[in-house]
């Protein structure tokens, strides 16, 4: 991406090992993400550009000397963040804090919009899965290198838990997972906020029970009306726009907690006074999906959730720019692209 609306296939050298501890992996499946529709909006223009993609499955084609985890073969997912795995904040279940951290297809690292890229800290940041390279479940699987765990944090710092009320502040490609992990963590009542028809069905079918097309104070206002007055226990701010926490604030119940995933447009968090006084915790961040994985990996085997029914368009690598434009136009939910 060079530039707001600027995207090209490009020729470039051929990835290779540099530090002992990388992969290189051929993608085999990648996608475009709602957030990289920030930069395709209001990037400004650079010469070098920014190389995209964030999210991957993928098998491994060489390791470098000091990898003993992965091996050649392996199909492999690749989240959206690398970690080393082995400091504090991976042991504790936070991977994208890691002391080496880094995020794929930004800030100059390489990204996974591409027929193959290098991973660094192999070991800790890919994760092997027990399926060949073009399973029946490929696409809810690619699901789980971002959108399925991002959807799946919010819930968590939300607190969504059995017989709750939870309400999903965007119909995107991760507000659509959020529903599904609301439902999966027991939620008896799950409002998506939204107004796009394809992406409300799809949220009902994925256990949504209500739906608010309104925003502003009207959207809070209908949120109170589907809740005997008090709002819900649980928000999954899954867009990040000033606009839309405002929203998620305005909706929570005394109490409740909001899990914002949605990258922040703006530097500060709005309903600051609205937070205080209704004892409302606000959290959240670039979700550890890594970690996720051992948790949400089988139930995407089992087929117990379906999360990559959010994929409506596939393109090759020629076709990604038009899959920029079809996601920035609403045309389509979530783009798929199979270099
Ligand atoms: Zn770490």
């Given at each position: 991406m060079y530039a707001a609306g600027d995207v090209r296939?490009?020729?470039?050298?051929d990835a290779a090992i540099v530090e002992p501890t990388d992969a290189i992996v051929r993608v085999t499946r990648a996608c475009i993400c709602g957030s990289d529709l920030w930069p395709y909006a209001s990037m400004e223009r650079t010469d070098s550009g920014q190389s995209m993609g964030h999210e991957a499955i993928g098998v491994v084609e060489d390791v470098g000397s000091q990898v003993t985890k992965i091996k050649k073969g392996d199909v492999v997912v690749m989240p959206f963040a690398y970690s080393d795995g082995t400091c504090a904040f991976c042991h504790e279940g936070l991977p994208t804090a890691c002391v080496h951290?880094?995020?794929?297809?930004?800030?100059?690292?390489n990204g996974a919009q591409a027929e193959a890229l290098r991973i660094p800290l192999a070991d800790g940041t890919l994760y092997p899965l027990p399926v060949g390279e073009d399973d029946a479940l490929m696409r809810s699987l690619l699901t789980l290198s971002d959108v399925m765990g991002t959807g799946h944090h919010?819930?968590?710092?939300a607190k969504v838990g059995p017989g709750k009320r939870a309400a999903v502040v965007g119909d995107g490609a991760v507000g659509l997972c959020a529903v599904i992990a609301a439902?999966?963590?027991?939620?008896?009542?799950?409002?998506?906020?939204?107004r796009h028809a394809d992406r409300i069905a799809l949220a009902r079918e994925y256990g949504a029970t209500d739906v608010v097309s309104e925003r502003g104070d009207e959207a809070v206002e209908r949120v109170r009306e589907l809740t005997g007055g008090e709002g819900?226990?649980?928000v999954l701010e899954c867009v990040g726009h000033g606009a839309s926490m405002e929203t998620a604030i305005g909706i929570a119940r005394p109490g409740g907690a909001v899990g914002r995933v949605g990258v922040p447009q703006h530097t500060e968090i709005p309903g600051s006074l609205p937070a205080?006084?209704?004892?409302?915790?606000?959290?959240?961040?670039?979700?550890?999906?890594?970690?996720?994985?051992?948790?949400?990996?089988p139930d995407v085997l089992d087929g117990r959730i379906d999360p990559g029914r959010v994929f409506d368009h596939t393109v090759g690598l020629d076709g990604v720019p038009d899959g920029y434009r079809a996601m920035a136009d609403r045309e389509s939910i979530k783009v798929m692209v199979k270099p």
């Amino acid at each position: 991406m060079y530039a707001a609306g600027d995207v090209r296939v490009q020729e470039v050298p051929d990835a290779a090992i540099v530090e002992p501890t990388d992969a290189i992996v051929r993608v085999t499946r990648a996608c475009i993400c709602g957030s990289d529709l920030w930069p395709y909006a209001s990037m400004e223009r650079t010469d070098s550009g920014q190389s995209m993609g964030h999210e991957a499955i993928g098998v491994v084609e060489d390791v470098g000397s000091q990898v003993t985890k992965i091996k050649k073969g392996d199909v492999v997912v690749m989240p959206f963040a690398y970690s080393d795995g082995t400091c504090a904040f991976c042991h504790e279940g936070l991977p994208t804090a890691c002391v080496h951290v880094g995020f794929f297809g930004n800030n100059g690292m390489n990204g996974a919009q591409a027929e193959a890229l290098r991973i660094p800290l192999a070991d800790g940041t890919l994760y092997p899965l027990p399926v060949g390279e073009d399973d029946a479940l490929m696409r809810s699987l690619l699901t789980l290198s971002d959108v399925m765990g991002t959807g799946h944090h919010a819930a968590v710092v939300a607190k969504v838990g059995p017989g709750k009320r939870a309400a999903v502040v965007g119909d995107g490609a991760v507000g659509l997972c959020a529903v599904i992990a609301a439902k999966r963590l027991g939620a008896e009542q799950i409002i998506i906020m939204g107004r796009h028809a394809d992406r409300i069905a799809l949220a009902r079918e994925y256990g949504a029970t209500d739906v608010v097309s309104e925003r502003g104070d009207e959207a809070v206002e209908r949120v109170r009306e589907l809740t005997g007055g008090e709002g819900v226990h649980s928000v999954l701010e899954c867009v990040g726009h000033g606009a839309s926490m405002e929203t998620a604030i305005g909706i929570a119940r005394p109490g409740g907690a909001v899990g914002r995933v949605g990258v922040p447009q703006h530097t500060e968090i709005p309903g600051s006074l609205p937070a205080f006084f209704g004892n409302i915790t606000v959290g959240g961040g670039p979700a550890p999906v890594r970690a996720y994985l051992d948790d949400l990996l089988p139930d995407v085997l089992d087929g117990r959730i379906d999360p990559g029914r959010v994929f409506d368009h596939t393109v090759g690598l020629d076709g990604v720019p038009d899959g920029y434009r079809a996601m920035a136009d609403r045309e389509s939910i979530k783009v798929m692209v199979k270099p």
